[in-house]
């Protein structure tokens, strides 16, 4: 049972810090649970429909469906988040200064807020996907499985827990550093995802050059284990990455940052009153 | 694809260049691993250094299974009563550890390169 629980709970932490940050970057916001829970919904029939594709998917395109799949999902999901935070540091600082509460902020950005809800959809997609096919394994064994259900479904709520925890942790911050908690946190997850998604074209032989590993701290810290899990959403990290990743990680963040100060400075009601 | 090959190799940088050659040069070798009942059959299979190598792996589980190596940087899910094929990139000798994520208990082989 407790097998069980953990490898549904590692592979739903993700999803479940991906919806606790969205749930506390879009606090406030009217509807923004009803978004947020349709993302969740529609991830859940999307992850449904892939699993019981799966077949299909892996044979599909020459045997490289499954990676060319992930990679798409990952790469919507990178530039999902990067548009989210250009637009936030274009329009949200000064929306957050005149109303002084973030979540406000966001009201007026819904356009932004359907980039998030895209975002949460595809995570638990994703992820979701893995763990019916897990489950879906054990149901169909047909031996004893009630206590490896019951382990599976111990894990989901977990991550629901990661979730919860997720959103009372950030929303103690107060709102004036919310926001740059939450750009920084949306950033190393989009540079985090970005080299993920080159893992699977590396998989698929689609990127070819820099495969050589950067580092192997797998003996240490491996990135299957629940904290190699945490920090692998969080920041990214990978206990072997390819040196391919690695450019990709250090890319991504680069522009994210660049492209964030150039809308924060390029529009004229974003800059502080006394300048 | 030798055409796509060398207009990559001409637009790429120098130390490029020399990556892709390595990752391209060599005939596949092929490599063969079985899934049952939730364990790898061979537990142990071999295969020469720097070449690409072709892992095929069979479930022959009716449940589907993740195979999963940081090593060899693979994560696949094979549907049950299926074959796939990887690809890997040619690899330093050495052994390389490979498990079943949704049966690490069991599913667990090395890929030793030599």
């Known amino acids: ?275 | 694809m030798k055409s796509s090959r060398d207009l990559l190799s001409r637009s790429a940088l120098a130390f490029s260049c020399l990556l892709l050659l390595g990752a391209s040069g060599g005939a596949q070798e092929a490599v063969e691993v079985s899934i049952k009942d939730h364990r790898f059959q061979p537990a142990e299979v071999r295969a020469p250094a720097d070449k690409p190598i072709t892992l095929v792996v069979k479930n022959l589980d009716s449940t589907p299974e993740e195979f999963e190596s940081k090593g060899l940087r693979v994560e696949k899910i094979i549907a049950g009563a299926s074959t796939v094929a990887l690809r890997i990139r040619p690899l330093a000798a050495g052994r390389y550890r490979f498990f079943g994520d949704y049966h690490e208990d069991t599913a667990q082989g090395y890929l030793v390169v030599e």
């Open chain 1, 1 to 275: 049972m407790i097998g069980a629980l953990i490898i549904v709970f590692r592979e739903v932490i993700e999803a479940g810090l991906v919806i606790g940050i969205v749930l506390a970057v879009t606090r406030g916001a009217r509807g923004s649970k009803r978004w947020i829970a349709g993302g969740v919904l529609a991830g859940v029939a999307g992850a449904g429909l892939v699993a019981m594709f799966a077949e299909a998917l892996s044979a599909a395109i020459a045997g490289k469906g499954q990676e060319l799949f992930n990679a798409g999902v990952l790469a919507l999901t990178v530039v999902m988040l990067v548009w989210h935070n250009i637009w936030m540091a274009g329009h949200g600082r000064a929306l957050a200064r005149e109303l002084s509460d973030v979540g406000r902020a966001v009201v007026a950005g819904d356009r932004s807020f359907v980039a998030l809800t895209v975002v949460v959809g595809l995570a638990v997609l994703r992820e979701g996907s893995e763990v019916a096919l897990f489950l879906y394994g054990i149901l169909a064994s047909g031996e004893t499985a009630w206590n490896l259900l019951a382990g599976g479904l111990a894990g989901l709520g977990l991550g629901a827990l990661v979730s919860v925890l997720t959103f009372l942790g950030l929303v103690t911050i107060p709102p004036r550093h919310l926001f740059t908690v939450t750009s920084a946190l949306i950033t190393l997850l989009a540079a985090g995802l970005a080299a993920q998604c080159v893992g699977f074209l590396q998989q698929a032989w689609i990127v070819t050059a820099l495969t050589q590993t950067v580092w192997d701290t797998s003996a240490v810290l491996p990135d299957n284990s629940v904290p190699g899990r945490f920090l692998h959403t969080l920041i990214g990290y990978t206990d072997q990455p390819s040196v391919m990743q690695a450019l990709v990680y250090a890319a991504t963040l680069a522009f994210i940052v660049i492209a964030t100060r150039l809308a924060a400075g390029c529009r004229p009601q974003a800059r502080a009153p006394a300048e």
